[in-house]
């Protein structure tokens, strides 16, 4: 199924739109392809493949936007949200610090040789990146973008649902040396399509060796402790020259090309998988909590179109449909007044989306009702979880317990004395993180219970009932944003932010 006559230009000429080449290699058992070389990468020119999906072996050259990068950074990575749920300000703080580097460090210039399947812009590291940072800094924002861009491609490219760190939870069907192994992929999430268990590991760096991404295929060679079937992928992202990837599959696993993915729609998965909600809920928690840490007087709705929930609309290389020129949304927002209230956008085929513009920030972070209600419920969850553990935790300086210290305004209150090794410091995080998996395996069922009451509630409730106020109608595209949304998440960027050309 292609995509409605249009799509694709929507991507190549969005003003912040540049292009990625991808080389995808198959190997059993799985062995890193070599690096491409600086021909390949400027040749590198065929079109992924749509839907999105796992294509054969080959060089493409994806055309994507940093809206969809900022999205891919914003939800990837540990999960830390029982550990701010009681402070949500610090979610504020944690996505400005994972949206900064990527403009801190990589800049979009004019490509030397544009092809013309492509928009001819590439990224590449600033010279502030190359020369001016110290090697530690340089390895911290390898792992960041390599995070960043292997949840880009797998979510956006190959169609993977949200992702789940490997610290933060055991995936399904794998055994309990799982929680004692101490070389693990970074990332585990189900394939939307043939609901198949994928395990990724990420790698990035300014000139990523094949000694880095080989450490990487034995990492994902997890042996006994995933006995069911499961595809392993290892994606690895270079600065060197620009930004480009190298995503190794290996060949026996689980084809998630075998499957329809356009015979069911994510909205569908939604409304009847509880563990595809839960995954989703999480994944949007840091977002939910800065929304909710924000003074009431700031939130606003603003209206998108439901055609978003076509799965035609959806673009190869997009975790995110671009908003924007005389598209369904606009013609929405068109005929609406100020005054507009969620049931009005509603009998217009709309979804009234929360959103706020973060402090301190160029983004706007939203959310649909239903989605909102979904981890309001989740959170609190969360929330008797860390009560619990706190209750039951044998260390007298437990990290849980400052939870209770940040709440009673205390600034700072270390989570073990000052005079405690990094080993034993180590050992003590890792326990807790322990605690939190094993409470969450164990109280599996009230979890999904839980943010499916949430996710009812909100698709039949006002948002008076979530947040006491009756939000105003905004259109940030009238203040100079670039907006993207999902069915149930919004993104929005200023554009003179994005002003990183060379």
Partial sequence: MLPPQGAADITMSAPDAFDIPVFVRRSSPLEPAPRPTAVMLSQASNAWPTPADMPPDGNYLVTTTWRDILDAAVTVGRDIAPWIAAVPKLARREILARRYPLSAYLIRRQAVVPHQDGVGREVVPSVVYTHGTENSTRSAFGYHVGMTMAEWACRGLMGLGPTTHAESAVPPGALAGWKHSKS??????????????????????????????????????????????????????????????????????????????????DDDVLEHNDDALVELARARMLTYLALVSLPRGSLRVTAVSDSLNDRPSRRTGGLVHLLGGEDATSALRHGLDHEATSSDIAQREGIDMLAARLPGTDLMIGMSRRLFGACQELAGAEATMVVEIEKTSGSRHSELQTIRALTEEVASVPALPGDVNEQRYERHLSERHERVRGYRDRRRDEFRQATRRGFIAGESSPWERFIEITPQLTSPAEYGFLEAATRDTYLAVEQEALDLDT
């Fill in 184 to 265: 693990l992929p970074d990332l585990f999430g189900t394939h939307s399509s043939t609901s198949g268990l994928w395990l990724v590991e990420a790698k990035g760096g300014r000139v990523l060796g094949s000694h880095s991404r080989r450490k990487g295929a034995r990492q994902l060679d997890v042996g006994s402790l995933v006995p069911d079937a499961h595809q392993k992928v290892l994606c690895g992202t270079s600065l060197q020259q620009r930004l480009f990837m190298m995503i190794d599959i290996e060949a026996d696993g689980p084809a998630a090309e075998n499957a329809d993915s356009s015979e069911q729609v």
